[in-house]
């Protein structure tokens, strides 16, 4: 089946610095989604990528649709305390399948 | 802001006993899921409705797990008999309807079988 690489699998950073983080695949994906989740809470939608080669930003979030389609990327610019979490990068097929497939996340720690 | 609710939020059961999850998605919402999230790991798909029928079931162990959308609101997804394999997160999202990238996910019930 489909496979997500998410990298890294864990980062501590500064409070201020910027994050970068990916997300592979084995195989094309039409939609990339990112998503944060909390300790104990359910993932919430950060950014959605349509188009191969699409930069979307949300505040200080930019994520990227890579140009073959096998990829993605996040970053994260003067990071804060509240970015604490785990990213997940989701990617859907398209052709018929609106299934998920989701990535092992990144789990990202902040020092103030 | 409208949110899915799950409960209980938190289960511990024996091997071998049954436990019932409930999940209440935003309302008009047509497209329910839900996924089992291990520790360590993204969530993964066990089944999706679209209003009352199952639209995807593929991954969902059917010797030993059922789900429900009888009136094409709420959910029960139902394990009998529970195995220490199936201590997770079980996560229930909705969205306004099937391929909607919008899912919105809710707090997640979390699991442990001794």
């Known amino acids: 089946g489909q496979q997500l690489n998410q990298s890294p699998q864990s980062m501590f950073i500064q409070e201020g610095e910027d994050v970068s983080m990916n997300c592979t695949s084995s195989s094309i994906f039409n939609t990339w989604l990112w998503y944060k989740q909390d300790p104990g809470e359910g993932p919430v939608l950060l950014i959605a990528l349509y188009k191969a080669g699409e930069l979307t930003s949300n505040g200080r979030l930019t994520a990227q649709f890579g140009i073959t389609r096998k990829d993605s990327f996040l970053n994260i610019s003067a990071s804060i305390p509240s970015d604490v979490g785990i990213y997940f990068c989701?990617?859907?097929?398209?052709?018929?399948?609106?299934?998920?497939?989701f990535g092992k996340g990144t789990k990202l720690s902040v020092i103030p | 802001e409208a949110e899915v609710a799950q409960s209980p939020r938190y289960k511990i059961t024996e091997k071998s006993q049954a436990v019932a999850f409930w999940c209440d998605p935003i309302?008009?919402?047509?497209?329910l899921y839900w996924y089992r999230q291990i520790l360590g790991q993204g969530p993964e798909l066990l089944v999706q409705f679209q209003d009352e029928s199952v639209v995807d079931d593929s991954q969902l162990p059917k010797d030993r797990f059922s789900a429900e959308r009888l009136k094409g609101v709420d959910s029960t997804l139902k394990i009998q008999p529970a195995e220490l394999g199936d201590s997770a997160m079980y996560l229930c999202?909705?969205?306004?309807?099937?391929?909607?990238?919008?899912?919105?996910f809710g707090p997640g019930t979390r699991l442990t079988v001794l």
């Open positions: 999202a909705s969205s306004l309807a099937v391929g909607a990238d919008t899912q919105y």
């Open positions: 989701a990617g859907r097929s398209g052709a018929g399948s609106y299934q998920l497939t």
């Open positions: 309302s008009g919402h047509a497209t």
